[in-house]
């Protein structure tokens, strides 16, 4: 069950959707939001970029400012998180950080049952970076479930009883953990579920198809249509279950291997795509 959520805070509108769709499960469940801001004081270094002999202590002025600046906006997102969570009236909590955004992400989740990030991220304010690659890093290290939010979410289809939930499913490894995973957030009472199982022999599929029915029933997940399928995984959801599914659920390989498989290729279309909120796990 989830019961903490972390939500790493920047001046986006994925953030903003992240804290909007992390407010929804939170009433659901009766789970604590928190609101993560990091001070990235690398990114803030690096930005300065070397100096030269005679400029060390301009170079210090410019950063000193950069910092004052950067701790004004952490001042700001934390203040709009909380009005937000107010108006949303779920339970929260806001912590702030310093460091690299990654590393801090990371190390913050171990606490926690889930995290909420936009599929792009600009934690680096104070900084002339661009959107980072912050969702693809954290998923390389995570052991905990990551749902991703696109730049638009449609807020009025997910405030409703039940979500439509598509799992990606092909008998792997990393598909059976983030099944495994799944199962054990206890929320039977708010899907309605669609197993889309990958495989090229019809026997074996539904051998794997009715035991994952079996294993979910168990868990109390009773309202679920189990498809096989032997077509592209990536055409078949976007031709025929994308429009009417609320979430996606993926397993991830973990290191290197994250996007190298034929899930793992679904992942990566499905944060490039944007079209649905997708839940990660490894």
Request: proline share 3%; charged share 30%.
């Amino acid at each position: 069950m989830i019961k903490r959520i972390l939500l790493p805070l920047d001046d986006s509108q994925y953030a903003d959707n992240a804290i909007e769709l992390g407010s929804i499960i939170a009433r659901k469940l009766d789970a604590e939001l928190t609101g993560l801001v990091i001070l990235d004081l690398p990114g803030i270094e690096r930005s300065i970029g070397p100096v030269p002999m005679g400029a060390i202590h301009y170079a210090e002025k410019i950063e000193k400012l950069k910092i004052r600046e950067a701790e004004d906006h952490i001042d700001e997102l934390l203040a709009r998180f909380e009005e937000k969570c107010i108006h949303n009236k779920v339970r929260f909590r806001k912590e702030e950080t310093q460091g690299s955004p990654v590393e801090r992400i990371i190390h913050e989740s171990f606490f926690y049952d889930a995290i909420i990030m936009g599929m792009k991220t600009y934690y680096q304010f104070g900084t002339k970076a661009k959107h980072g690659e912050s969702v693809e890093k954290v998923l390389n290290h995570m052991v905990t479930p990551v749902y991703t939010v696109p730049i638009e979410l449609d807020l009025a289809s997910l405030n409703k009883e039940k979500f439509n939930v598509l799992i990606a499913y092909d008998g792997s490894h990393p598909a059976s953990r983030g099944l495994h995973r799944f199962a054990q957030l206890e929320m039977n009472d708010f899907f309605n579920i669609t197993v889309l199982f990958l495989h090229d022999v019809e026997k074996e599929a539904k051998y794997l198809l009715d035991q994952v029915e079996a294993f979910l029933s168990c868990h109390g997940y009773k309202n679920v249509e189990m498809i096989w399928t032997e077509e592209d995984i990536i055409e078949s959801i976007d031709s025929k279950y994308i429009e009417k599914t609320d979430f996606i659920i993926a397993g991830t390989h973990s290191k290197s291997n994250l996007f190298d498989f034929r899930l793992g290729s679904l992942a990566k279309h499905l944060l490039k795509t944007e079209k649905k909120p997708v839940f990660l796990y490894q």
